[in-house]
């Protein structure tokens, strides 16, 4: 039976739907290959971070869409995506992903700004004449 498994990963306002299948570990962002949609290193090892951490390489096909907020957001949803995805077809695998701390949902977003300010902290400079 050919395991497949669809989920979902979040940065700040980047959303990643992921359809994880078996396969050759080809990973396929918005219809490029991952390496073309993340031209740089550091992005690049972070998509694939969840893979070589719970030790499933070149074991699954990746097809990702993924929408709004900037690459590294983007590809931080992603590597969150793909680990939930490995952590629902083998649950022994969540520990290790854990303790790298990438099944953690980073919910940090941007401080909205305020009425009456620069921005959401910041104020107008003060003249006092």
Request: charged letters at 30%; aromatic letters at 6%; proline letters at 4%.
């Given at each position: 039976?050919?395991?497949?498994?669809?989920?979902?990963?979040?940065?700040?306002?980047?959303?990643?739907?992921?359809?994880?299948?078996?396969?050759?570990?080809?990973?396929?962002?918005?219809?490029?290959?991952?390496?073309?949609?993340?031209?740089?290193?550091?992005?690049?090892?972070?998509?694939?971070?969840?893979?070589?951490?719970?030790?499933?390489?070149?074991?699954?096909?990746?097809?990702?869409?993924?929408?709004?907020?900037?690459?590294?957001?983007?590809?931080?949803?992603?590597?969150?995506?793909?680990?939930?995805?490995?952590?629902?077809?083998?649950?022994?695998?969540?520990?290790?992903?854990?303790?790298?701390?990438?099944?953690?949902?980073?919910?940090?977003m941007v401080e909205r700004k305020k009425p009456g300010r620069?921005?959401?902290?910041?104020?107008?400079?003060?003249?006092?004449?």
């Open positions: 039976m050919p395991t497949t498994t669809n989920t979902s990963g979040r940065r700040k306002t980047a959303v990643a739907r992921i359809y994880l299948q078996d396969g050759s570990g080809a990973i396929i962002v918005n219809g490029k290959d991952y390496k073309e949609y993340f031209p740089t290193l550091p992005l690049q090892y972070i998509v694939t971070q969840s893979t070589e951490v719970s030790g499933s390489t070149g074991k699954f096909d990746v097809k990702v869409n993924v929408a709004g907020g900037g690459v590294k957001g983007q590809a931080e949803a992603v590597r969150l995506a793909i680990a939930k995805a490995i952590v629902e077809l083998d649950p022994e695998k969540k520990p290790s992903l854990r303790a790298k701390g990438i099944m953690t949902r980073d919910d940090r620069k921005k959401a902290r910041k104020r107008f400079q003060f003249s006092k004449r």
